[in-house]
Each structure stands twice: as C-alpha cells, then as structure tokens.
C-alpha cells in the first residue's frame, strides 16, 4: 500500500508542516472551505446567512440543496461559487437519475457537484460498474467540477483503495470521504490513504466530523484541498479572535 499510516500528530506540528512555520491567517484556511449546509430542513433564510458568510468570508464554495441553486444563482450570481450534491446520501439512486441531476444542477447556476457513489456496488466489488457511472456523470458535468463521495465509514481499506483507482480512472476531479449522513465523518488516515493511492490529477475533499480548527488544520496539513463542513467559517473566525 505504500507507506504506513502515519501518527496523529499535535496541533503546532500541523502548522508547521502546512505553512513552513509561517503564522495561519484565516484566509489560508477559508479558500479551502465548501461552507455547508444539507440538512433536510433547510430554510432559505438559513440558505441566504451561509451565503453571505462565505461571500465576505471569501470561502471557496458554498455547498447547497440542488433545490436552492437556482435561487442562489439568481439573487448572488457570480458573487459566490455554487457546489451540490447528487444521488445524496445514500449513493443507491441509478445512474441515469444521477447524470440528470448533474445536468440540472448546472443548468439552475451549480459549478460544482458531489455525487455519492453506489455503495452497493462497492460492497458487490463491483467498481468497473462505479467507474462507469462516474465517468458518465463527470461527461455530464463537463468543464464543472466533479467531486466524487465514497462514503468511507462504509468501506475496508482495500474497497477504499479499489475506490481511489476507481476515481482516477474516471479521470473526477475530486475524491471525497464522507457524506456527513454516516455512521462516520473524515479521518487523517482516510486521507493519507487517499493520497498514496489517488492519480496525480485527482485532489482530495474531507468532510464530516471537523469539531476543532486544529482538526482543519490536519487535514490541510495531510493534503487535502477542500473541508466539507458546516462550522468551519465559525472555528476560524474564533480562533482569529482569541
């Protein structure tokens, strides 16, 4: 598998490894930020206030119901990147369901989408199949975004490693942990996984269960390029005010 896991390290180590010793400011952290927002019981008014928090925040994505999209789009057009999620939570919707709620997702104003894998298929071992249905979503999505969740609580070690070759192959521009609607979120060694087993093209997307900014900071530290989370705009804000 290559190397092995390495240990959790402390906080201070974190910081050091990401930024070369250099102090964080919270715009380091904010860019790599999907500030999000997925509960079924989702209000537009909720919707707006996490829209607005990441445009003055300058997050790097908001990531939505595909039910509000469209709106979004049409009262912040281009103020703030548009990021949602397809086949959501549980992965077991059939591909042609999928590929249209990509192609609508983009239609109504999306540029990023997170679909969940079938977890089924990956439990059948049955990822030529899942590397089908990704490659077909991401010929949908175009030159948007793909971000593809394998939903690790779910997985073995070697499913996940089947998984990263299955989203390399696909030629997906992301692979992501978690749905946040699992048994479990986001893990380092998840992500250390990932990244000796992912292609060269492929980055790597953390979500579900950061509780701390030093929980942020290891997953920077590990490589991962975009946080999933609900409360990340909030955890940097603090930190910068202590």
Not at 136 to 148: F, H, P, Q, T, Y
């Amino acid at each position: 598998m290559g190397n092995e896991l390495q240990p959790f390290f402390t906080p201070a180590c974190f910081v050091m490894r990401f930024m070369e010793g250099k102090e964080m400011k919270a715009n380091d952290i904010l860019k790599h930020v999907d500030h999000t927002l997925l509960k079924a019981d989702s209000t537009w008014e909720q919707i707006q206030k996490l829209t607005e928090e990441a445009i003055e925040n300058k997050t790097a994505s908001i990531c939505i119901p595909p039910t509000y999209i469209k709106r979004v789009n049409d009262k912040y057009g281009d103020k703030i990147n548009i990021c949602t999620v397809i086949g959501f939570p549980l992965g077991y919707s059939v591909t042609a369901a999928k590929v249209a709620e990509a192609k609508q997702a983009i239609a109504d104003g999306a540029n990023e989408v997170d679909m969940v894998i079938n977890i089924c298929d990956a439990k059948n071992g049955d990822f030529g199949k899942i590397e089908d249905e990704i490659r077909e979503i991401k010929a949908a999505c175009g030159d948007k975004i793909l971000k593809v969740i394998i939903e690790t609580c779910y997985l073995t070690e070697d499913e996940k490693i089947a998984m990263c070759r299955a989203v390399t192959n696909a030629k997906a521009d992301y692979i992501k942990t978690s749905t946040g609607f699992g048994t479990a979120g986001a893990t380092i060694e998840d992500i250390i996984l990932f990244r000796e087993n992912i292609g060269p093209d492929v980055k790597m997307k953390a979500a579900g269960g950061m509780k701390t900014y030093e929980d942020m900071l290891a997953f920077l530290a590990e490589g991962a390029d975009r946080l999933g989370t609900s409360s990340g705009v909030k955890l940097v804000l603090e930190h910068e005010a202590k």
